[in-house]
C-alpha cells in the first residue's frame, strides 16, 4: 500500500504554482487538496468542502479547544484556520496531501508533521520576470502588484529552509519536476515504520 504524505508547494503569486499542480493532478489519483476551514459565510458560486469547509464559530472554537488545527487566525472578525481531521484522514487512506503555503505556513506544518513533509520551492528566473508575468496577467492593480513584489523578494530568502528547488522557467520542464517529486514524497524512508520493516524482512 501506499504511504500517505504531505507535499508543501510555497512561491511568489505569479510564479506558476496553479498551472504546475494542474500537471500533478493530472498525473497522480491519490491526492487530496488541503483547503481551509472558516466562518465567514459562503460567497456567490462558492461550494462547502471545494472552496472551503464552512462552519460555525462555536465549531470553530471546540475545535481550537480540542487542537485540531494546526494553524488559524481571526480576520475580520472571522476565523480562518487549517484543520488537522481532514489531512489525517487522507494520510491514513494513503493520500498524498497537497499544500499551496506560504513560507510561514511551510514553518509551522514542518514544525508539526515534520516527518511526512516534503517541500519545494518554485519561483521565477529573475524579479524582473515576475513583475512580467504579474502585469501581463492583468488581473491586480499597480499597488497589489507592487506588494507581491516586495512579498516576493521576502521570500525568495527562505528556499534552502526547503528539500526541492524549481526554477520555472520552461513550463514542461518544471511541470515534469514536480510530478516526479509528488511521485517519490511517497517512497521516502521516515513514513517506513522502521521495527516493522526489519522484522518482515529478517522473516
Known amino acids: 500500500m501506499t504511504n500517505g504524505a504531505i507535499l508543501i508547494i510555497s512561491g511568489p503569486s505569479g510564479c506558476g504554482k496553479s498551472t504546475l499542480l494542474k500537471k500533478v493532478y493530472e498525473s497522480i489519483d491519490d491526492y487530496y487538496f488541503s483547503i481551509s ?14 472552496d472551503y469547509f464552512f462552519v460555525s464559530k462555536e465549531e470553530f472554537e471546540e475545535d481550537i479547544k480540542m487542537g485540531h488545527f494546526l494553524e488559524y487566525a481571526e480576520v475580520h472578525g472571522n476565523y480562518y484556520g487549517t484543520s488537522l481531521k481532514p489531512i489525517k484522514q487522507a494520510v491514513e487512506e494513503g493520500k498524498l496531501v497537497i499544500f499551496d ?6 514553518d509551522i506544518v514542518r514544525k ?14 529573475t524579479l524582473e520576470e515576475l513583475e512580467k508575468r504579474l502585469t501581463s496577467r492583468d488581473t491586480d492593480s499597480k499597488d497589489v502588484i507592487e506588494k507581491r513584489l516586495s512579498n516576493a523578494k521576502t ?6 529552509k526547503y528539500d ?25 524512508s521516515k513514513l517506513f515504520e522502521k521495527e516493522k520493516i526489519i522484522d518482515n524482512w529478517l522473516k
Do not use: C, M, W
Open 37 to 50: 476551514t472558516t466562518t465567514r459565510s459562503p460567497r456567490v458560486g462558492e461550494q462547502d468542502g471545494v
Open 101 to 106: 503555503i506560504d513560507v510561514q505556513g511551510h
Open 112 to 125: 508539526k508533521l515534520n516527518d511526512i513533509v516534503t517541500s519545494v520551492f518554485i519561483t521565477t528566473p
Open 155 to 160: 521570500e525568495i530568502k527562505y528556499f534552502q
Open 164 to 188: 526541492y528547488f524549481i526554477i520555472n522557467d520552461d513550463l514542461e520542464e518544471a511541470s515534469k519536476q514536480l510530478v516526479s517529486i509528488a511521485n517519490v514524497t511517497r517512497i521516502k
